[in-house]
């Protein structure tokens, strides 16, 4: 989400303001879990770890894979011993109802 909010310009300051709103339960609308869920959870993480986000994001003109990574196994390491790019099959939902 924060990828397609600041989009090419990956300066600071237009880091700063989407990581802002980063956690709005607006952005969870379409969801793997119950918005309010990912918005405790996306609090959380950023609370921990918004420095080593921002850190990733900055002029960086990687993609969102190649940012997952540096964020979630090198920077944070919250994802030591998970396979970020096998993707648990879910059910996704919108607005209470499956999206398939």
């Known amino acids: 989400e924060i990828v397609n909010k600041?989009?090419?310009k990956r300066t600071e300051s237009s880091i700063a303001e989407a990581l802002d709103e980063i956690?709005?339960?607006k952005n969870?609308?379409?969801y793997d879990y119950?918005?309010?869920?990912?918005k405790k959870s996306c609090d959380e993480f950023m609370s921990d770890h918004e420095d080593a986000v921002e850190q990733a994001l900055v002029?960086?003109?990687?993609?969102v894979d190649?940012?997952?990574?540096?964020?979630c196994q090198k920077g944070t390491k919250v994802?030591?011993?998970v396979d970020t790019n096998k993707r648990a099959?879910?059910?996704?939902?919108m607005d209470g109802a499956p999206v398939n």
Do not use: A, H, Q, W
Not at 34 to 38: E, F, G, I, L, V
Not at 59 to 63: A, C, D, I, L, Y
Not at 89 to 93: A, F, I, L, M
């Open 6 to 8: 600041v989009k090419s």
């Open 23 to 25: 956690c709005d339960m």
């Open 28 to 30: 969870f609308r379409v």
């Open 34 to 38: 119950p918005p309010p869920t990912m």
């Open 59 to 63: 002029g960086s003109k990687k993609g």
């Open 66 to 71: 190649e940012l997952v990574e540096d964020i």
């Open 79 to 81: 994802c030591k011993g």
């Open 89 to 93: 099959e879910t059910n996704v939902y």
